[in-house]
């Protein structure tokens, strides 16, 4: 990796007081969003456009201190393991999911946007992503996880030109392999539980009672995404879109085994931290 990342002289801590201080005076958060570009400015770069490695940055960031990016596959593990390492190591999980979910829920003009999307099995634009995640950034000191993001050369060119603006950079990112076959299973398999919230899976968790909940007894429903042809396409776009990135994090990335049952990937992945 050619030469070293320039750093613009904005921490986290101004960054957080200026977010709160927009909110406070109402400004929305398309606003916030084109303030906040300004104030991290686009310079953070490598001479060769790549993300900054932990062997160019150790000087400059704390040992107790990760900013880590998931990578990997619908389906393979990566919420699952944000949660856990976020209960057990303190750590901020930032889920794309979550904030999309959110501003579905909300009715936003870009929930509506992402919820028309996800109903395609398309992705989210770039565009909009960019903007809830670099929102959430910078509200957060310490320790990260991104899960969801980036999911393409574009939006990690971005997410590094923010993040070591702010002597941020990414310090690690993880791969979770996982085959196909089990993928797909995964996702065809599931079945869920409008009242009570609990996900089953025919092939690897089933109901008791074949398509009723255990514990309330209510129907069971498979969602519509949940399909072969939305499979193939969803994986489809991550081979073309998300597996480039692994190139461009090379220098920070390690891969773990996610086909385990989640314990064993949790070990797999505390064990790149020790």
Do not use: W
Request: hydrophobic fraction near 35%.
């Amino acid at each position: 990796m050619g030469g070293g990342a320039s750093h613009d002289n904005l921490d986290m801590a101004n960054m957080k007081a200026e977010y709160e201080k927009m909110k406070e005076a109402g400004e929305t958060d398309e606003v916030i969003f084109d303030k906040m570009k300004t104030l991290v400015g686009t310079t953070a770069t490598t001479d060769d456009g790549k993300a900054a490695s932990t062997e160019e940055t150790k000087t400059e960031v704390a040992p107790t201190v990760r900013r880590i990016v998931f990578i990997g596959p619908p389906l393979c593990g990566k919420g699952t393991q944000s949660k856990i390492l976020s209960d057990k190591l303190g750590f901020q999980h930032i889920s794309t999911g979550d904030l999309l979910r959110k501003a579905i829920a909300e009715e936003t003009e870009e929930g509506k946007a992402a919820k028309e999307a996800m109903d395609k099995g398309e992705l989210v634009a770039d565009e909009l992503v960019c903007k809830l995640v670099s929102i959430e950034i910078g509200k957060i000191e310490g320790s990260l996880i991104l899960d969801g993001f980036p999911r393409n050369v574009s939006q990690a060119k971005n997410l590094n030109d923010l993040l070591v603006s702010l002597n941020k950079p990414i310090t690690i990112a993880i791969n979770f392999e996982v085959t196909e076959d089990l993928l797909m299973k995964r996702m065809t398999g599931r079945l869920c539980a409008l009242k009570s919230g609990r996900t089953y899976n025919k092939f690897f968790n089933p109901p008791k009672v074949e398509g009723k909940c255990d514990e309330t007894g209510e129907d069971l429903i498979q969602r519509d995404d949940d399909t072969e042809e939305v499979f193939h396409k969803r994986m489809a776009s991550y081979r073309d879109d998300t597996m480039p990135i692994l190139e461009y994090y090379k220098d920070v990335l390690s891969s773990i085994d996610a086909n385990k049952e989640f314990q064993e990937v949790t070990e797999q992945v505390e064990a790149l931290f020790k």
